[in-house]
């Protein structure tokens, strides 16, 4: 009897500790983080805090930028002149100011 009784608490003791969420593998998301694009007027340099460049992949077929600026974030067409400029910009900026 003592046996049974033990083999049943380990056995909810196992159960537990399985069922936390801790040690589970978090998903990738499997979607694209700009549903709609920005693509005119242009955004000044001066108004864009940060640039965030999301390269295509299994998530989403194409690259995906995101500015951030100081009244939130905006998704901006990559295939757009401006924004290729733009791109630029923040980066010869960014290189300047690790300088």
Known sequence: MK?????FVLLICTVALLSTTEGRPVRPQ?????????S???????KILSLRVISAGPHCKHEEI??????????LDPTKDWVISLKEEINKRNIKSQQ
């Not at 499997?30 to 920005?38: A, G, I, S, T, V």
């Not at 005119?40 to 001066?46: E, G, H, L, R």
């Not at 995101?66 to 998704?75: D, L, P, Q, R």
């Open 66 to 75: 995101i500015a951030k600026m100081k009244k939130g974030e905006t998704c």
């Open 3 to 7: 046996l049974t009784v033990s083999a």
């Open 30 to 38: 499997l979607r694209c983080n700009c549903p709609q694009m920005h």
């Open 40 to 46: 005119a007027p242009a955004i000044p340099a001066d």
